[in-house]
């Protein structure tokens, strides 16, 4: 192999992972999208077909880079909307994790909640009636006290 052409790694991931942290990845610093774009090997799509793709890849891209920072180096990565990512000091990690998962957690018994609520119940015979009202009794309650405990006593 010749000592010109530089060892990659793979999947691209990890080499932005490494080219980040041999830059000296500092709190505070963003990371556009772009950049990530460029250091993924992604082209902008062209087609409809195209951007869905590319978004699934970007996506699994930089989830992978995110897990990967906060595992091996916790480090911290905030998504910021149609910018990219902020990394963030981990003074702030717990707060920012705290509240990011209790907004998805909160998110994900809204989404279940929506989908025990709007059922075609006619087509439900007594037993299924009964399953979907437990149900549906059971992610009321569950919001309701994990709502509470995140709320916390001061708020």
């Known amino acids: 192999m010749s ?13 932005v992972q490494a080219d980040l942290m041999n830059a000296g990845l500092q709190d505070g610093r963003v990371i556009t999208d772009a950049y990530l774009c460029e250091s993924f090997g992604l082209s902008p799509p062209t087609t409809a077909e195209d951007a869905e793709k590319f978004r699934a890849l970007f996506n699994f891209q930089a989830g992978q ?6 595992r091996e180096h916790r480090i911290l990565l ?5 910018i990219g990512y902020v990394v963030v000091p981990p003074q702030d990690q717990t707060k920012v994790s705290m ?5 998805e957690m909160l998110r994900a018994f809204e989404r ?4 025990v609520r709007y059922i075609r119940t006619e087509s439900l015979d007594d037993s299924q ?3 979907n009202a437990d149900a549906a009794a059971k992610l009321g309650a569950l919001g309701s006290m994990m709502r509470k405990r995140l709320k916390g006593p001061n708020e």
């Open 3 to 15: 000592e010109d052409v530089p060892l990659k790694l793979s999947p691209a991931w990890r080499q």
């Open 65 to 70: 880079l995110c897990d990967g920072l906060l």
């Open 78 to 82: 905030r998504r910021v909307t149609n």
């Open 99 to 103: 509240d990011s998962g209790a907004s």
């Open 112 to 115: 279940a909640s929506l989908r």
């Open 129 to 131: 009636l009964k399953e």
